[in-house]
Protein backbone atom coordinates (compact mmCIF):
# COMPACT_ATOMS: atom_id res chain seq x y z
CA UNK A 1 0.00 0.00 0.00
CA UNK A 2 1.58 3.25 -0.57
CA UNK A 3 0.63 5.96 0.85
CA UNK A 4 -1.53 9.15 -0.42
CA UNK A 5 1.81 11.56 0.50
CA UNK A 6 3.90 9.14 -2.07
CA UNK A 7 1.45 9.05 -4.46
CA UNK A 8 1.36 12.46 -4.89
CA UNK A 9 5.36 12.87 -5.39
CA UNK A 10 5.30 9.85 -7.74
CA UNK A 11 2.74 11.39 -9.86
CA UNK A 12 4.53 14.75 -9.34
CA UNK A 13 7.44 13.67 -10.56
CA UNK A 14 6.35 11.60 -13.48
CA UNK A 15 4.68 14.79 -14.95
CA UNK A 16 7.06 17.46 -14.15
CA UNK A 17 10.10 15.69 -15.19
CA UNK A 18 9.55 15.38 -18.69
CA UNK A 19 8.48 18.93 -18.82
CA UNK A 20 12.54 19.48 -18.16
CA UNK A 21 14.75 19.65 -21.62
CA UNK A 22 17.53 17.00 -21.84
CA UNK A 23 19.57 19.79 -22.73
CA UNK A 24 19.08 21.97 -19.83
CA UNK A 25 20.62 18.60 -18.32
CA UNK A 26 24.10 16.89 -17.12
CA UNK A 27 25.49 14.96 -19.77
CA UNK A 28 26.84 12.60 -17.91
CA UNK A 29 25.76 13.05 -14.70
CA UNK A 30 22.78 11.78 -12.50
CA UNK A 31 20.67 15.23 -11.68
CA UNK A 32 17.08 15.28 -9.83
CA UNK A 33 14.72 14.80 -12.04
CA UNK A 34 12.64 17.98 -11.05
CA UNK A 35 13.02 19.62 -7.58
CA UNK A 36 15.70 19.65 -4.93
CA UNK A 37 18.31 16.65 -4.35
CA UNK A 38 20.66 16.42 -1.54
CA UNK A 39 22.34 13.09 -0.36
CA UNK A 40 23.63 9.93 -2.46
CA UNK A 41 21.42 7.62 -0.05
CA UNK A 42 21.57 3.35 -0.16
CA UNK A 43 23.70 3.44 -3.15
CA UNK A 44 24.40 -0.32 -3.74
CA UNK A 45 24.01 -3.48 -5.48
CA UNK A 46 20.96 -5.85 -5.96
CA UNK A 47 19.87 -7.98 -8.33
CA UNK A 48 22.59 -7.10 -10.79
CA UNK A 49 22.00 -3.37 -10.88
CA UNK A 50 23.51 -0.71 -8.65
CA UNK A 51 20.49 1.39 -7.23
CA UNK A 52 20.96 4.99 -5.92
CA UNK A 53 18.51 6.98 -3.68
CA UNK A 54 18.94 10.19 -3.21
CA UNK A 55 17.34 12.91 -0.19
CA UNK A 56 15.15 14.83 -2.50
CA UNK A 57 12.41 17.34 -2.29
CA UNK A 58 10.36 17.28 -5.89
CA UNK A 59 8.43 20.25 -5.21
CA UNK A 60 10.32 22.96 -5.30
CA UNK A 61 14.27 23.91 -5.55
CA UNK A 62 15.25 24.23 -1.77
CA UNK A 63 15.29 22.20 0.68
CA UNK A 64 12.18 20.87 2.28
CA UNK A 65 10.50 17.86 3.50
CA UNK A 66 12.73 15.00 2.83
CA UNK A 67 11.73 12.20 0.70
CA UNK A 68 14.06 9.46 -1.05
CA UNK A 69 14.03 9.37 -4.66
CA UNK A 70 15.44 6.42 -6.89
CA UNK A 71 17.08 5.21 -9.92
CA UNK A 72 19.26 2.72 -10.92
CA UNK A 73 21.97 1.95 -13.19
CA UNK A 74 24.26 -0.92 -14.96
CA UNK A 75 27.63 1.37 -15.32
CA UNK A 76 27.33 4.29 -13.49
CA UNK A 77 26.98 6.32 -16.19
CA UNK A 78 23.61 5.51 -17.65
CA UNK A 79 20.33 6.35 -14.89
CA UNK A 80 16.99 4.96 -15.41
CA UNK A 81 14.88 6.77 -13.25
CA UNK A 82 12.51 5.19 -10.73
CA UNK A 83 9.42 6.23 -9.10
CA UNK A 84 10.57 8.09 -5.50
CA UNK A 85 10.74 5.19 -3.05
CA UNK A 86 9.63 6.65 0.27
CA UNK A 87 7.67 9.69 1.98
CA UNK A 88 7.26 11.11 5.10
CA UNK A 89 4.40 9.75 5.62
CA UNK A 90 4.46 8.16 9.37
CA UNK A 91 4.46 9.62 12.88
CA UNK A 92 8.11 8.47 13.22
CA UNK A 93 9.22 10.03 9.84
CA UNK A 94 7.13 13.02 9.42
CA UNK A 95 9.34 15.63 9.78
CA UNK A 96 11.91 13.88 7.14
CA UNK A 97 13.03 10.78 6.10
CA UNK A 98 16.49 11.50 6.07
CA UNK A 99 19.32 10.01 4.56
CA UNK A 100 20.52 6.06 4.72
CA UNK A 101 21.67 2.96 3.21
CA UNK A 102 20.29 -0.16 1.69
CA UNK A 103 21.36 -3.90 2.02
CA UNK A 104 20.09 -6.93 0.36
CA UNK A 105 17.78 -9.59 2.29
CA UNK A 106 16.41 -12.84 1.33
CA UNK A 107 15.97 -11.20 -2.19
CA UNK A 108 14.45 -7.77 -0.71
CA UNK A 109 15.93 -5.25 -0.83
CA UNK A 110 16.10 -3.68 2.60
CA UNK A 111 16.04 0.72 3.54
CA UNK A 112 17.48 1.85 6.67
CA UNK A 113 17.38 5.35 6.91
CA UNK A 114 16.44 8.46 9.45
CA UNK A 115 13.03 9.01 10.60
CA UNK A 116 12.60 12.55 12.00
CA UNK A 117 10.04 13.50 14.10
CA UNK A 118 8.93 17.01 15.59
CA UNK A 119 6.61 17.75 18.82
CA UNK A 120 5.36 20.61 20.13
CA UNK A 121 6.35 20.46 23.78
CA UNK A 122 3.36 22.37 26.57
CA UNK A 123 6.11 24.91 26.90
CA UNK A 124 6.03 25.72 22.82
CA UNK A 125 9.65 24.49 22.28
CA UNK A 126 10.15 21.69 19.76
CA UNK A 127 11.61 18.06 20.29
CA UNK A 128 13.06 16.98 17.38
CA UNK A 129 13.57 12.99 17.66
CA UNK A 130 15.91 11.02 15.04
CA UNK A 131 16.16 7.56 15.07
CA UNK A 132 16.68 4.41 12.14
CA UNK A 133 14.02 3.33 10.61
CA UNK A 134 13.54 0.14 8.06
CA UNK A 135 11.43 -0.79 4.68
CA UNK A 136 11.65 -3.60 3.02
CA UNK A 137 10.75 -4.00 -1.07
CA UNK A 138 11.44 -5.83 -4.28
CA UNK A 139 13.25 -2.50 -5.97
CA UNK A 140 10.54 -0.44 -6.45
CA UNK A 141 7.98 -0.48 -3.93
CA UNK A 142 8.81 -0.61 0.15
CA UNK A 143 6.45 -1.47 3.13
CA UNK A 144 7.89 0.60 6.34
CA UNK A 145 8.34 -1.84 9.24
CA UNK A 146 5.73 -1.67 11.55
CA UNK A 147 8.24 -2.07 14.35
CA UNK A 148 9.71 1.34 13.12
CA UNK A 149 11.63 2.67 14.64
CA UNK A 150 14.03 0.10 14.53
CA UNK A 151 17.23 1.61 16.53
CA UNK A 152 16.83 4.24 18.99
CA UNK A 153 19.14 7.21 20.36
CA UNK A 154 18.42 5.25 23.96
CA UNK A 155 20.54 2.46 22.69
CA UNK A 156 23.75 5.03 22.49
CA UNK A 157 25.99 5.73 25.31
CA UNK A 158 24.57 7.98 28.33
CA UNK A 159 24.68 11.97 27.15
CA UNK A 160 24.34 10.96 23.08
CA UNK A 161 22.41 13.90 21.31
CA UNK A 162 18.72 12.09 20.70
CA UNK A 163 18.32 15.18 17.90
CA UNK A 164 21.03 14.24 16.54
CA UNK A 165 21.12 10.54 15.31
CA UNK A 166 21.19 9.98 12.06
CA UNK A 167 22.38 8.53 8.06
CA UNK A 168 22.74 5.02 9.01
CA UNK A 169 24.86 3.63 6.37
CA UNK A 170 23.94 -0.85 6.22
CA UNK A 171 25.74 -3.77 4.97
CA UNK A 172 26.21 -7.66 5.66
CA UNK A 173 29.20 -9.33 6.52
CA UNK A 174 29.65 -13.03 7.20
CA UNK A 175 25.47 -13.45 7.69
CA UNK A 176 25.26 -10.28 10.49
CA UNK A 177 23.99 -7.04 9.32
CA UNK A 178 26.16 -4.11 10.47
CA UNK A 179 24.93 -0.26 10.34
CA UNK A 180 27.01 2.58 10.77
CA UNK A 181 25.35 5.84 11.94
CA UNK A 182 26.43 9.74 13.19
CA UNK A 183 26.01 11.37 16.02
CA UNK A 184 26.84 13.46 18.85
CA UNK A 185 28.48 12.55 21.77
CA UNK A 186 27.92 14.38 25.18
CA UNK A 187 30.65 16.97 24.65
CA UNK A 188 28.52 18.05 21.33
CA UNK A 189 30.95 16.77 19.02
CA UNK A 190 30.68 13.83 16.13
CA UNK A 191 30.43 10.71 16.83
CA UNK A 192 30.22 7.41 14.77
CA UNK A 193 28.08 4.55 16.44
CA UNK A 194 28.59 0.97 14.75
CA UNK A 195 25.38 -1.35 15.63
CA UNK A 196 24.69 -5.19 14.45
CA UNK A 197 21.74 -6.80 13.89
CA UNK A 198 21.02 -10.31 12.65
CA UNK A 199 17.34 -9.85 11.38
CA UNK A 200 17.82 -5.99 10.78
CA UNK A 201 14.66 -5.14 12.86
CA UNK A 202 16.73 -6.00 16.14
CA UNK A 203 20.03 -3.87 16.61
CA UNK A 204 22.50 -4.45 19.17
CA UNK A 205 25.11 -0.97 20.26
CA UNK A 206 28.74 -2.74 19.74
CA UNK A 207 30.87 0.63 19.86
CA UNK A 208 31.76 4.04 19.01
CA UNK A 209 34.01 3.53 16.65
CA UNK A 210 35.44 6.93 16.89
CA UNK A 211 35.05 10.14 17.93
CA UNK A 212 35.36 13.87 16.48
CA UNK A 213 36.24 15.77 19.98
CA UNK A 214 35.69 18.84 18.19
CA UNK A 215 38.95 18.48 16.05
CA UNK A 216 37.00 17.55 12.76
CA UNK A 217 34.58 19.54 12.44
CA UNK A 218 31.21 18.79 15.53
CA UNK A 219 28.62 16.94 14.37
CA UNK A 220 30.07 14.04 12.22
CA UNK A 221 27.22 13.25 9.20
CA UNK A 222 26.75 10.67 6.63
CA UNK A 223 29.12 7.83 7.79
CA UNK A 224 30.38 4.89 5.66
CA UNK A 225 32.98 2.03 7.12
CA UNK A 226 34.38 -0.15 4.60
CA UNK A 227 37.49 -1.90 3.71
CA UNK A 228 40.49 -0.89 1.06
CA UNK A 229 43.14 -2.77 0.44
CA UNK A 230 45.05 -3.58 3.56
CA UNK A 231 42.92 -0.27 5.77
CA UNK A 232 39.54 0.31 7.43
CA UNK A 233 38.49 3.61 5.75
CA UNK A 234 36.16 5.34 7.96
CA UNK A 235 34.16 8.56 5.94
CA UNK A 236 32.26 11.07 7.39
CA UNK A 237 30.90 14.37 6.57
CA UNK A 238 32.06 16.76 9.22
CA UNK A 239 29.59 19.93 10.03
CA UNK A 240 31.51 23.69 11.16
CA UNK A 241 34.72 21.94 10.00
CA UNK A 242 37.61 24.92 10.25
CA UNK A 243 40.43 25.70 7.52
CA UNK A 244 43.63 24.14 7.99
CA UNK A 245 45.92 24.61 5.31
CA UNK A 246 44.92 23.46 2.15
CA UNK A 247 43.27 19.87 3.78
CA UNK A 248 40.54 21.15 4.75
CA UNK A 249 37.83 24.14 4.17
CA UNK A 250 35.65 25.72 6.40
CA UNK A 251 32.16 24.85 6.43
CA UNK A 252 30.97 21.08 5.51
CA UNK A 253 33.36 18.66 4.42
CA UNK A 254 34.17 14.88 3.96
CA UNK A 255 37.23 13.10 5.50
CA UNK A 256 38.61 9.78 5.75
CA UNK A 257 39.80 8.74 8.25
CA UNK A 258 42.25 5.90 7.54
CA UNK A 259 43.15 3.12 9.77
CA UNK A 260 43.08 -0.65 11.29
CA UNK A 261 39.90 -2.37 12.41
CA UNK A 262 39.80 -4.73 15.26
CA UNK A 263 36.48 -6.81 14.65
CA UNK A 264 36.04 -8.76 17.84
CA UNK A 265 36.42 -5.70 19.60
CA UNK A 266 34.75 -3.25 17.29
CA UNK A 267 37.61 -1.14 17.65
CA UNK A 268 38.84 1.25 15.03
CA UNK A 269 42.28 3.01 15.13
CA UNK A 270 42.89 5.76 13.10
CA UNK A 271 46.33 6.69 11.66
CA UNK A 272 45.80 9.54 9.02
CA UNK A 273 43.02 11.92 7.64
CA UNK A 274 42.99 12.73 4.25
CA UNK A 275 40.11 14.94 2.40
CA UNK A 276 38.26 12.89 -0.73
CA UNK A 277 37.86 16.11 -2.26
CA UNK A 278 39.54 19.17 -2.29
CA UNK A 279 36.90 21.39 -4.47
CA UNK A 280 33.84 23.88 -3.52
CA UNK A 281 31.39 21.06 -4.16
CA UNK A 282 31.49 18.36 -2.68
CA UNK A 283 29.65 16.64 0.53
CA UNK A 284 28.15 13.45 2.01
CA UNK A 285 29.54 10.66 -0.28
CA UNK A 286 28.62 7.28 -0.15
CA UNK A 287 30.62 4.17 -1.13
CA UNK A 288 29.70 0.39 -2.34
CA UNK A 289 31.33 -2.27 -3.59
CA UNK A 290 31.01 -3.70 -7.02
CA UNK A 291 30.05 -7.38 -7.65
CA UNK A 292 34.11 -7.19 -9.08
CA UNK A 293 35.13 -5.91 -6.08
CA UNK A 294 35.72 -2.20 -6.46
CA UNK A 295 35.17 0.25 -4.20
CA UNK A 296 32.61 2.88 -5.74
CA UNK A 297 31.94 6.51 -4.29
CA UNK A 298 29.76 9.11 -5.08
CA UNK A 299 29.07 12.74 -3.33
CA UNK A 300 26.59 15.10 -3.50
CA UNK A 301 27.88 18.04 -6.02
CA UNK A 302 26.84 20.72 -3.75
CA UNK A 303 27.98 22.66 -0.61
CA UNK A 304 25.16 23.38 1.72
CA UNK A 305 26.45 26.68 2.32
CA UNK A 306 26.32 27.59 -1.70
CA UNK A 307 23.12 27.04 -2.93
CA UNK A 308 24.57 27.39 -6.98
CA UNK A 309 22.57 26.04 -9.92
CA UNK A 310 21.66 28.30 -12.51
CA UNK A 311 19.08 30.50 -12.44
CA UNK A 312 15.52 29.64 -13.57
CA UNK A 313 15.86 25.75 -13.27
CA UNK A 314 13.33 23.44 -11.90
CA UNK A 315 15.78 21.09 -11.29
CA UNK A 316 18.65 21.75 -8.17
CA UNK A 317 21.06 18.97 -7.16
CA UNK A 318 23.63 16.64 -8.94
CA UNK A 319 26.15 13.89 -7.64
CA UNK A 320 29.67 13.99 -9.00
CA UNK A 321 31.18 11.18 -11.59
CA UNK A 322 30.97 7.89 -9.90
CA UNK A 323 34.98 7.11 -8.55
CA UNK A 324 36.95 3.81 -8.04
CA UNK A 325 39.21 4.43 -5.02
CA UNK A 326 42.37 2.36 -4.34
CA UNK A 327 44.71 2.93 -1.70
CA UNK A 328 48.40 3.17 -2.71
CA UNK A 329 51.04 4.12 -0.12
CA UNK A 330 48.65 5.11 2.86
CA UNK A 331 46.97 7.32 0.61
CA UNK A 332 43.55 6.99 -1.25
CA UNK A 333 43.36 7.39 -4.67
CA UNK A 334 40.35 8.16 -6.95
CA UNK A 335 39.71 7.71 -10.45
CA UNK A 336 36.30 7.88 -12.77
CA UNK A 337 34.68 4.94 -13.11
CA UNK A 338 36.26 2.88 -15.63
CA UNK A 339 32.22 2.76 -17.52
CA UNK A 340 32.91 6.53 -18.87
CA UNK A 341 35.38 5.36 -21.32
CA UNK A 342 32.91 3.40 -23.22
CA UNK A 343 31.32 7.00 -22.98
CA UNK A 344 33.97 8.72 -24.85
CA UNK A 345 33.38 9.76 -28.83
CA UNK A 346 35.75 11.76 -31.44
CA UNK A 347 39.31 11.93 -29.58
CA UNK A 348 41.77 14.72 -30.50
CA UNK A 349 45.22 14.03 -28.81
CA UNK A 350 47.97 16.11 -29.16
CA UNK A 351 51.94 14.93 -28.31
CA UNK A 352 55.07 16.75 -27.18
CA UNK A 353 53.29 20.19 -27.35
CA UNK A 354 55.15 22.92 -26.68
CA UNK A 355 52.92 25.10 -24.50
CA UNK A 356 53.95 29.04 -24.06
CA UNK A 357 52.16 32.24 -24.03
CA UNK A 358 48.48 32.18 -25.13
CA UNK A 359 47.56 29.24 -26.69
CA UNK A 360 43.57 27.58 -28.74
CA UNK A 361 44.01 24.83 -29.95
CA UNK A 362 42.46 23.48 -32.90
CA UNK A 363 39.68 20.87 -32.09
CA UNK A 364 39.72 21.51 -28.17
CA UNK A 365 36.20 22.71 -27.19
CA UNK A 366 33.35 21.37 -25.55
CA UNK A 367 31.34 21.43 -22.56
CA UNK A 368 31.23 17.88 -21.95
CA UNK A 369 34.31 16.62 -22.09
CA UNK A 370 37.13 14.64 -20.70
CA UNK A 371 40.56 15.66 -20.96
CA UNK A 372 43.91 14.62 -19.81
CA UNK A 373 46.53 17.08 -19.64
CA UNK A 374 50.09 15.94 -19.13
CA UNK A 375 52.57 18.50 -18.09
CA UNK A 376 56.58 17.12 -18.44
CA UNK A 377 59.59 18.62 -17.36
CA UNK A 378 60.55 22.51 -18.63
CA UNK A 379 60.50 25.84 -17.44
CA UNK A 380 57.35 27.36 -16.72
CA UNK A 381 56.70 29.84 -14.08
CA UNK A 382 52.89 29.29 -14.29
CA UNK A 383 50.17 27.01 -16.35
CA UNK A 384 46.74 27.99 -16.67
CA UNK A 385 44.25 26.45 -18.78
CA UNK A 386 40.55 28.35 -18.84
CA UNK A 387 37.41 26.03 -19.34
CA UNK A 388 33.66 26.71 -20.22
CA UNK A 389 35.61 30.31 -21.78
CA UNK A 390 34.12 32.81 -24.27
CA UNK A 391 34.76 36.39 -23.87
CA UNK A 392 32.67 36.72 -21.12
CA UNK A 393 32.89 33.68 -18.64
CA UNK A 394 35.65 31.78 -17.85
CA UNK A 395 36.57 29.05 -15.44
CA UNK A 396 40.75 28.89 -14.54
CA UNK A 397 42.95 26.00 -13.52
CA UNK A 398 45.95 27.33 -12.60
CA UNK A 399 49.40 25.26 -11.81
CA UNK A 400 52.16 26.75 -10.22
CA UNK A 401 55.28 24.71 -9.68
CA UNK A 402 57.14 26.56 -7.61
CA UNK A 403 54.65 26.14 -5.15
CA UNK A 404 53.38 23.26 -5.94
CA UNK A 405 49.73 24.36 -5.75
CA UNK A 406 47.02 24.00 -8.01
CA UNK A 407 44.03 26.07 -7.85
CA UNK A 408 40.46 26.16 -9.35
CA UNK A 409 38.61 29.63 -10.28
CA UNK A 410 35.11 29.88 -10.98
CA UNK A 411 35.06 33.76 -10.34
CA UNK A 412 34.31 34.45 -13.74
CA UNK A 413 31.97 31.59 -14.06
CA UNK A 414 28.79 33.51 -14.71
CA UNK A 415 27.83 33.55 -10.91
CA UNK A 416 25.48 35.87 -9.67
CA UNK A 417 26.03 35.35 -5.75
CA UNK A 418 29.06 36.12 -3.73
CA UNK A 419 30.15 32.25 -3.01
CA UNK A 420 33.42 31.45 -2.20
CA UNK A 421 35.01 31.07 -5.77
CA UNK A 422 38.67 29.72 -5.41
CA UNK A 423 40.27 26.59 -4.28
CA UNK A 424 43.55 25.09 -4.12
CA UNK A 425 44.97 22.05 -3.01
CA UNK A 426 48.82 20.89 -3.17
CA UNK A 427 49.65 18.98 -5.96
CA UNK A 428 53.32 17.94 -6.36
CA UNK A 429 54.97 16.79 -9.81
CA UNK A 430 55.60 13.06 -10.06
CA UNK A 431 59.06 11.86 -12.05
CA UNK A 432 58.91 15.35 -12.91
CA UNK A 433 55.07 14.90 -14.56
CA UNK A 434 51.52 16.39 -13.57
CA UNK A 435 48.75 14.94 -14.63
CA UNK A 436 45.74 16.60 -14.68
CA UNK A 437 42.06 14.19 -16.09
CA UNK A 438 39.74 17.22 -16.32
CA UNK A 439 35.66 15.88 -16.61
CA UNK A 440 33.88 18.82 -18.31
CA UNK A 441 29.96 18.65 -17.66
CA UNK A 442 27.55 20.95 -19.11
CA UNK A 443 27.32 22.21 -15.20
CA UNK A 444 30.58 20.82 -13.63
CA UNK A 445 34.02 20.20 -13.64
CA UNK A 446 35.95 17.66 -11.67
CA UNK A 447 39.60 16.87 -12.07
CA UNK A 448 41.70 14.31 -11.07
CA UNK A 449 45.22 15.14 -10.00
CA UNK A 450 48.42 12.89 -11.07
CA UNK A 451 45.91 9.30 -11.50
CA UNK A 452 43.51 10.61 -8.48
CA UNK A 453 45.92 11.32 -6.11
CA UNK A 454 43.54 14.84 -5.31
CA UNK A 455 40.57 15.45 -6.42
CA UNK A 456 38.90 18.76 -7.08
CA UNK A 457 35.40 19.34 -7.99
CA UNK A 458 33.26 22.19 -8.83
CA UNK A 459 29.88 23.52 -9.97
CA UNK A 460 29.90 25.86 -12.91
CA UNK A 461 26.80 28.09 -13.62
CA UNK A 462 27.97 28.81 -17.58
CA UNK A 463 25.97 29.50 -20.28
CA UNK A 464 26.85 26.64 -22.71
CA UNK A 465 27.57 28.74 -25.45
CA UNK A 466 31.05 29.36 -23.64
CA UNK A 467 32.38 26.68 -24.94
CA UNK A 468 36.39 27.27 -25.27
CA UNK A 469 39.70 25.98 -24.13
CA UNK A 470 42.81 28.22 -23.77
CA UNK A 471 45.85 27.86 -22.10
CA UNK A 472 47.74 30.60 -21.02
CA UNK A 473 51.70 29.59 -20.05
CA UNK A 474 54.28 31.82 -18.07
CA UNK A 475 57.45 29.78 -19.77
CA UNK A 476 57.71 26.85 -22.10
CA UNK A 477 56.05 23.27 -20.98
CA UNK A 478 55.91 20.32 -23.09
CA UNK A 479 52.68 18.66 -22.80
CA UNK A 480 50.52 15.84 -23.77
CA UNK A 481 46.90 16.87 -24.30
CA UNK A 482 43.84 13.95 -24.99
CA UNK A 483 40.44 15.06 -25.56
CA UNK A 484 37.33 13.35 -26.19
CA UNK A 485 33.46 14.37 -25.94
CA UNK A 486 32.00 12.58 -23.63
CA UNK A 487 27.86 11.40 -25.17
CA UNK A 488 25.63 9.13 -23.86
C1 LIG B 1 23.63 15.78 5.13
C2 LIG B 1 22.31 15.77 5.85
C3 LIG B 1 22.11 14.47 6.58
C4 LIG B 1 20.62 14.36 6.68
C5 LIG B 1 20.19 14.96 5.37
C6 LIG B 1 18.88 15.68 5.43
O1 LIG B 1 23.70 16.58 4.02
O2 LIG B 1 22.23 16.88 6.73
O3 LIG B 1 22.77 14.40 7.83
O4 LIG B 1 20.22 13.03 6.82
O5 LIG B 1 21.20 15.84 4.96
O6 LIG B 1 18.41 15.98 4.16
Known amino acids: MISETLKKAREYEK?????????????????????????????SGYQGEYHLFYQYHPYGTDWNSM???????????????????LAPDKPYDAAGVFSGGAVEKDGRQALLYTGVSEEVLPDGSKQVRQNQCLAVGDGLD???????????????????????????KVWKEDETFYTVVGSRAEDGSGQVALFSSEDLKHWKFCSILDRCENRYGKMWECPDFFRLGNSQILMVSPQDMMAEGL????????VYLIGDYEKEQFRFHRKAVQSPDYGLDFYAAQTLE????????????????????????????????????????????????????????NEVSY????????????????????????????????????????????SEIIYDPKKEILTFDRTYSGLRRDFACRRSMAVKARDGRVSLRILL?????????????SVLTAIIPTPQEADGILFEVQ?????????YELAQ
Open 351 to 394: RDLALSGNMELPGLRGRTADITVELKEESYECFRMLVAQNQRFR
Open 67 to 85: HWGHAKTRDFVAWEYLPAA
Open 475 to 483: GKVKADIVK
Open 15 to 43: REQSKIPEAERPAYHFSVPVGWMNDPNGF
Open 142 to 168: YEKDGANPVITADQLPPGSSLEDFRDP
Open 441 to 453: DRYSVEIFVNGGE
Open 247 to 254: EFHNGNGV
Open 290 to 345: TSDGRRILIGWMKSWDANLFPEGFRWNGMMTVPRELSLKNGRIYATPVRELERYRR
